[in-house]
């Protein structure tokens, strides 16, 4: 049989984006020769520096390549040197927000999960976090994010403010098929670990919520009745998730709320560095660490590789169906961490000088594990 080979669109982006890249195919082509299997990864700009090389976040080339490819791998977009003032000017995140509208990504899914050799790193008492073992599931391409926007001057409020006249708005909307689909992979992933399902909203207030509502339940009794489904407004929802975060399974939200809260989820584990994302939808999906691109430390090879090596973990399973490949990836992971392994981030006091190791190192570190 002919060796299968997968074509990975490689995003590198900003800051430590190219340097926690680099260790994520370091991993990949090691399950690669380990799995006699070839993975062909293409670079190409988004972000920053195809702002830099050629004006636009996400130029059509990178779009196109991403389409044409079987899996997308993102590291990270953004840095001081595009923030602007200027509501004209091309900002980076344009090209994320971009690229998940223009392969329909409309679900991301974060999963956070405590690793037994970096619950000290929490700032969270060791009983709360606990079997944390969540998964976030957020809707990516409506909401507050992509509604109508404008910044305008406007007379009267000049005259009500002493001469300061700028406005601005937002506009949040929800259609209902936006909320059915999310919804469905909601319960989709419920069904895969403990079959329960936290919808947050707001419905007190927005009446986006209370479409949200409706329709996550009318989802829910139509076609997954046997998932348990409880309903959480957004403010509880945050005390909650630090309060008893091991009771949740699946949170679904929608785009603004999922932000926000996924961060909040993020650092219960004590380091966004070791934090992976799936973005799907119903063609090629896209993998990319949740946090950002690091500008403070970017160039110092200290960066923490290994929410980009479970990213490429969490591709092997859901773009490729290599499940087992997957498995080896994250017990690698966890077995490095055991053997008490540390990026800077996420060293204690405890950690040996001589166990504390540099990205390129980490990656090597995994690869030898594999
Ligand atoms: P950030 O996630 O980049 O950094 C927050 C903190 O976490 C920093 O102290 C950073 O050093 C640390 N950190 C993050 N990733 C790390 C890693 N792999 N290893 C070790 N430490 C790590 O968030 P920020 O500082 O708010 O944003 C920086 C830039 O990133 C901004 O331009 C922002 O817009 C952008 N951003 C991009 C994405 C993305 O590409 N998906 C997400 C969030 C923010």
Redesign the pocket.
Known sequence: MAKATYHVCTLP?D??GPE?MAEGKKVLAAVGEKADVDFVCEDHLIGGSAIDACGSPLPDATLDAAKASDAVLLA????PKWDSTDPKAPR??QG?LGIRKGLGLYTNLRPVKIYDALAGASTLRPEVIKGVDLVIVRELTGGLYFGRRERFYDEEGAGANGGRGQRAYDTMEYREYEVERIARKAFEAARKRRNKVTSVDKRNVLETSRLWREVVHRVHDEEFPEVELEDLLVDNTAMQLINRPADFDVIVTENTFGDILSDEAAQITGS??MLASASLGDGVSLF??S???????AGKGI??PL?QILSAGMMLTYAFDMTEEAGWVESAVERVLDDGWR?R?IADDATPADHVLGTAAMGDKVVEYL
């Open positions: 982006g800051g430590i926690i990270s977009v953004g840095g980076p995140e994320l966004l560095g990319e660490p946090a950002g691109s690091a500008p403070d430390i960066a923490n929410a990026t981030d």
